[in-house]
Structures are given as structure tokens and as C-alpha cells.
């Protein structure tokens, strides 16, 4: 009786709240030929990090300290796909995805990033592609998921305009040795990152602190190095190898706090800084977006920056970058609540360049991660925001996850989180005629999750850390992808669907 009442309680206290309220699912199909993936990256799950004339990486270099890594851990065996990627190819198989979306190790084929190729490195993704082909697998293939050469960051990594010649170098090598076999390429995996955390807040590798200046210039020879790998595709392997090549960018919702205007302009403004700072040049108008320009135009000269720290692309620049992406990758994890904060002018950081002021409901769903709330709602709106800004792209989301600490195999919020997440993107596909043509689960295993170490798990496959065997085991959520996999969308008879039956 107490309980009856108390979830009244709940319920009528939820039906005000309004976003609160679980949606209705959409009951429908996805596509024919939707992409249905699961995906990983090189220095999360490889180890071998010095095997077979392997170079170093900058996270190998960067986690010898180990006070930047949550638990002290390092990559260097992590789940050991080096060696036991047939473990992972058997688990993909028993989850019947479509593709695999994972990355190649730059410093695995290229040790100095440039110059000599390490052939055991090139054979090792060459076995690992085959294993994928007789599993009736295809590759999506990420070319670089941060983890650039030591040797290229010595020259000053990305900081260095000259990283487009080298990165073009390093594509033409994977095109040439895979791209009888990969259709899909993705150039380079979550430019923000690597911007503004590895070279401007200098919590991810390399570790350069420069938040409001090198963030701008490294974003900016991401987005020329991006374009140099595509266009090299286009020009001289698409068209007999008959691929795309596209790239991926993270963008999580920001829902304005409140309906003041100045919240919806705050809540734009972020989208735009972490969004649209890449995607306006490649697959808008060529230029960074011109809220961005403004704003950070305007502090630079206050701050006596010139010219202004952001940089400029040149009309030939222009040209190399605009439309250099056959398809828009977004990883979508999370959303958060925005207003206008007018920051102190003396900061410069890219952060107090947007003056806003995000924050999570604490109504919202956590996760083990603490940026991770569950927002399903943000997926279809960010569908929807790149539509209606980058003309209605072809979409596939190469990443979309949720972590715990405790790696679980009955982890029924992943699966509340999937399910709602991926009916958003039904909904966005049906109702809002975004054009999303593929959908990857982050992570295929639980891996090593960068400065948080082994401590934040993503997998909807466990990986038995406490053996040299490493042994995959699939999770209840692993179990309900494979399901919404085979019935390539939701049915109403769908175990899970109503309540989680595992
Ligand atoms: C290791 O990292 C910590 C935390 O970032 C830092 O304070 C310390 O100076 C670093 N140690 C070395 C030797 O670089
Ligand atoms: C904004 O106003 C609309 C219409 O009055 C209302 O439905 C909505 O809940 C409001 N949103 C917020 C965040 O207050
Ligand atoms: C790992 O899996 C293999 C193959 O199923 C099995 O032979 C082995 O005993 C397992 N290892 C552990 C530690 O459970």
C-alpha cells in the first residue's frame, strides 16, 4: 500500500516534470541495407604496443605518468586484440552486425608516422580485415582515433601545419594496402577532442595546455589534414575502389535551461562551437560558423590578440574543405541544459569564448561516467540540428554508448539506455526524414576508457581483465542489440521492449 502510493507519487510528479516521462516507442523498421556496427579503437583495445616494431604512440608516452590516468593503468595490453582479435571477430559475429567500425594504429604501420612501414603492422590489419570477410563482416575503418606517432608529435604534432603531408601520407598507405576491402573510411575520429583536450585543456595525450590558442590551431590542421585524406580518396582511389570517406565529429544536445532567448541563443552557440566549428567548414559554407568568428574575433582583440586567435581559411583552403565528407559521422552520447554566462574577458580559453553556462538536470539518469547522463531526446535532436544546418547529409552514427563502473553483465540501464537512444534515431529516420543510414555501438568490449583507465566500462561485451585470456562474454545489452539487430528495428513482441527479460 505504501509503495502503491508512493509511485503515484512518482507518477504524477513525473507527468508535470513533462521530459521526464519515458516516450512511446516508435514500433517500425529501419531501412533495408542499414549498417548495424559495433565499434572500438586501436589504443583502447590492441595492446601489442611495442610488438613487431610498433613505434610509440603519444598515449604510450603520455601514460608512463601515471598520475594522468584515473587507476594508473596504461594501453599496453588492454584487451590484447593484437593477438586475440579473433575473439572479437567471433563476438561480432554472434551480435550479427553488418560492420565493424574500428581503427588502424598509425604508429603500428608507420613507427615514425612517416618513412619506413612496419609490414608485421600492415599484415596485422590485413588478417584482421580477412577474419572480418569470412565472419561476412565489413570494416568501417577509422584512420586516426588519437593516437598520433611520438615521433610526429616531437615536430609538434598537430600544432605543426605540416601534419596534412604527413597525415596524407599515412592515408595513402591504408588506402592503398585496405581499400581493395574497406568502403567505408572515417579520416579522423572526434576533432574536438584531440583539439581541445589534448592540446588545449591537456587532459587527454599529449597533454600541451594552450586552451584558447593551440585548441584553435590544432582544430584547424585537423580540418586541413581531414580534407587533404579525403581528397586524395576521391582523386585517386574512389574511383576504383568505390568507397566513401567521410569523418566524425562529437556532438552532444545542448537544450536551452529555460525559454528565455537569450538560453535558445546560448544553447545554439554551444552547438555551434562544438559542432559546427567542424562541420560549417566541411559541410557548410566553407568557414567556421559566424557566431564563432564573432565571438572570438571580438576577445582576441580586447585580449590584444592579432590577428585573432581563430584562424582563417584561405579561398583556396576553402575549397580543399567544403564538401570534403561523403557522409557525417556523429558520435552522440549525452545532452546538458544552457543560459548565457558572460565570462571574465580576461580568460582565454575556448570554453569562456561561448559564454554560456551548461549543467545537467538532476533528474536526468547517470552513468560511470560524470559528463554521461542518459538524454535520448538529444539524439533525435541532433539529427535534427545537422539537418536543417549541413542540407540533410547522409548520417551514420559511429558512436553512441553509456558506462558504468561495476561491468555488470546484467546491465539493464545500458539496455534502457540503447533502447531509447535508437528509437530516437527511428524516429528522427521516420517522422523527421533525417537521412541516417548507419548506427555503431560504443564499445564492442569493455576497454581502456583513456585517462579514466579501466574504470569506466562502455562494452556490451564484458572482457575477463582478471585472466591472460581475456575471454569476451556478452552483456544483456549485448544480447538486445543482436535482438533489435535481427528484426533490423523494434517489434512490439520484442523481449526487452516492455521490460527487460534477462
Ligand atoms: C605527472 O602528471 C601530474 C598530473 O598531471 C603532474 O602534476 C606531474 O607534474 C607529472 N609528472 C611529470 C614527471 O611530468
Ligand atoms: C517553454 O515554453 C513552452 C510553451 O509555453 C513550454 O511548453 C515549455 O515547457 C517551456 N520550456 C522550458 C524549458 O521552460
Ligand atoms: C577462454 O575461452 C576459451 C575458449 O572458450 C576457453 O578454452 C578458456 O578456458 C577460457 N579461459 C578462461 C580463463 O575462462
Redesign the pocket.
Known amino acids: 500500500m505504501a509503495m502503491k502510493f508512493a509511485y503515484w507519487l512518482l507518477v504524477i510528479a513525473g507527468a508535470a516534470a513533462g521530459v521526464y516521462v519515458d516516450e512511446p516507442l516508435l514500433y517500425d523498421t529501419f531501412p533495408p541495407d542499414f549498417i548495424w556496427a559495433a565499434a572500438t579503437s586501436a589504443h583502447q583495445i590492441e595492446g601489442g604496443w611495442d610488438a613487431d616494431g610498433k613505434g610509440l604512440n603519444i598515449w604510450d608516452v603520455y601514460t608512463t605518468n601515471s598520475s594522468v590516468v584515473l587507476d594508473g593503468s596504461t594501453g599496453q595490453t588492454a584487451c590484447n586484440s593484437y593477438y586475440f582479435y579473433q575473439?572479437d571477430v567471433n563476438a561480432l559475429q554472434s551480435l550479427g552486425v553488418s560492420h565493424y567500425r574500428f581503427s588502424i594504429s598509425w604508429a603500428r604501420v608507420l613507427p615514425n608516422g612517416i618513412g619506413e612501414v612496419n609490414q608485421p603492422g600492415v599484415d596485422y590489419y590485413k588478417r584482421l580485415i580477412a577474419a572480418l570477410k569470412a565472419a561476412n563482416i565489413e570494416p568501417m575503418v577509422t584512420l586516426y582515433h588519437w593516437d598520433l606517432p611520438q615521433a610526429l608529435e616531437d615536430m609538434g604534432g598537430w600544432l605543426n601545419p605540416s601534419i596534412a603531408d604527413w597525415f596524407e601520407e599515412y592515408a595513402r598507405l591504408c588506402y592503398t594496402e585496405f581499400g581493395n576491402d574497406v568502403k567505408i573510411w572515417i579520416t579522423i575520429n572526434e576533432p574536438w577532442v584531440v583539439a581541445y583536450q589534448g592540446y588545449g585543456s591537456g587532459i587527454n595525450a599529449p597533454g600541451k595546455y594552450g586552451p584558447g590558442t593551440y585548441t584553435y590551431q590544432s582544430g584547424h590542421n585537423l580540418i586541413l589534414a581531414h580534407a587533404r585524406a579525403y581528397r586524395l580518396y576521391e582523386s585517386e582511389f574512389k574511383p576504383t575502389q568505390q568507397g566513401k570517406a567521410g569523418i566524425t565529429l562529437n556532438i552532444n544536445w545542448y537544450d536551452p535551461k529555460d525559454n528565455q532567448t537569450s538560453s535558445q541563443e546560448a544553447a545554439e552557440r554551444a552547438m555551434q562551437f562544438l559542432g559546427g566549428w567542424f562541420a560549417n567548414p566541411i559541410f557548410g559554407d566553407g568557414g567556421y560558423p559566424a557566431v564563432m568568428r564573432q565571438k572570438v574575433d571580438e576577445k582576441s582583440a580586447a585580449q590584444g590578440y592579432n590577428p585573432s586567435r581563430l584562424p582563417v581559411f584561405t579561398a583556396e583552403e576553402k575549397l580543399l574543405v567544403q564538401g570534403s565528407s561523403d557522409f557525417f559521422g556523429l558520435n552522440y552520447y549525452t545532452g546538458s541544459l544552457t543560459i548565457e554566462k558572460i565570462q571574465d574577458i580576461s580568460i582565454v580559453d575556448y570554453g569562456a569564448d561561448q559564454d554560456i553556462e551548461a549543467s545537467y538536470d538532476p533528474a536526468w539518469y547517470g552513468s560511470g561516467s560524470g559528463w554521461l547522463k542518459i538524454t535520448p531526446f538529444g539524439m533525435r535532436n541532433t539529427l535534427k540540428w545537422i539537418r536543417d544546418r549541413f542540407n540533410n547529409p547522409d548520417i551514420i552514427v559511429t558512436e553512441n554508448g553509456f558506462s558504468d563502473n561495476a561491468g555488470n553483465l546484467d546491465d539493464l540501464m545500458r539496455v534502457y539506455y540503447y533502447k531509447h537512444n535508437i528509437n530516437n534515431v527511428l524516429k528522427a529516420i521516420k517522422t523527421d526524414g533525417v537521412k541516417v543510414i548507419g548506427y555503431a555501438a560504443w564499445s564492442l568490449m569493455d576497454n581502456y576508457e583513456w585517462g579514466s583507465g579501466y574504470t569506466q566500462k562502455f562494452g556490451i561485451f564484458s572482457v575477463?581483465f582478471a585472466?591472460?585470456?581475456l575471454?569476451r562474454t556478452v552483456k544483456a545489452s549485448g544480447r538486445y542489440y543482436a535482438q533489435l539487430i535481427r528484426d533490423n528495428g523494434f517489434t512490439v513482441d520484442q523481449p526487452c521492449n516492455n521490460y527487460p527479460i534477462y
Open positions: 575473439k575477463d585472466t591472460a585470456d575471454n
